[in-house]
């Protein structure tokens, strides 16, 4: 079954460089339409999503992360990285990557459980 | 960049009660709409994909409708698991996306 999971550090500090894998099974990454993106949600707050890395390996970001962020994939391993430059505690939240799928309008079919960090000194 | 306006922020209501939540878009979205429901501590979880196409194993008492800018998912019949918080979701512009605020659905 399609399975996603994240994984990376709890805690990192402001101005750092975070870092957040997100590791996919029951499916290939290269499979056509099939997308992998990632979101966020603050503590209490709304889900706001960040990045998007399609099966053609084409790569879209949030202008809310002025450029800070870099999703890559690596298909041979089943994985998406995102990379979020000079974070702040406004970074910290609980991240979530999710595939979107083959359903008329790419909707977010499978989520994995989301990764909470936070930003602190 | 595409607004969304969830309607209300937060409702209570009781079991069984029929509950509409609506989304409004600041663009013409076809119906490029989805809808997920979030409980604490979880993951969201797709309920309803473009606009009205039920996902797989989720209850029929949840429906979708709406086209362009206004939308509107539904629970007839609430029942106590149908408590969390409710978000929409526009895909128009993939492959950038955007969320609604939220609607938090607490059973009375």
């Known amino acids: 079954q399609v399975t996603l999971k994240e994984s990376g550090p709890v805690q990192v500090k402001p101005a750092e460089t975070l870092t957040l894998t997100c590791a996919v099974s029951?499916?290939?990454?290269?499979?056509?339409?099939?997308?992998v993106s990632w979101t966020r949600q603050p503590p209490g707050k709304a889900l706001e999503w960040l990045a998007h890395v399609s099966s053609r390996d084409e790569k879209s970001y949030s202008t809310s992360l002025e450029g800070r962020a870099t999703i890559s994939k690596d298909t041979s391993k089943g994985q998406v990285v995102l990379t979020l430059a000079n974070v702040d505690p406004a970074d910290t939240g609980t991240y979530f990557c999710?595939?979107?799928?083959?359903?008329?309008?790419?909707?977010?079919?499978?989520w994995g459980q989301g990764a909470l960090v936070t930003v602190s000194s | 960049d595409i607004q969304m306006t969830q309607s209300p922020s937060s409702l209570g209501a009781s079991l069984g009660d029929r509950v509409t939540i609506t989304c409004r878009t600041s663009?013409?979205?076809?119906?490029?709409l989805h809808w997920y429901q979030q409980k604490p501590g979880k993951a969201p979880k797709l309920l309803i994909y473009a606009a009205s196409h039920l996902q797989s194993g989720v209850p029929s008492r949840f429906s979708g409708s709406g086209s362009g800018t206004d939308f509107t998912l539904t629970i007839a019949g609430l029942q106590p698991e149908d408590f969390g918080t409710y978000y929409c979701q526009q895909s128009y512009t993939s492959p950038q996306f955007t969320f609604g605020q939220g609607t938090r659905l607490d059973i009375k």
């Open positions: 999710a595939r979107s799928g083959l359903d008329l309008g790419q909707p977010f079919d499978y």
């Open positions: 663009h013409d979205i076809s119906t490029f």
């Open positions: 029951g499916y290939s990454l290269s499979s056509p339409r099939v997308g």
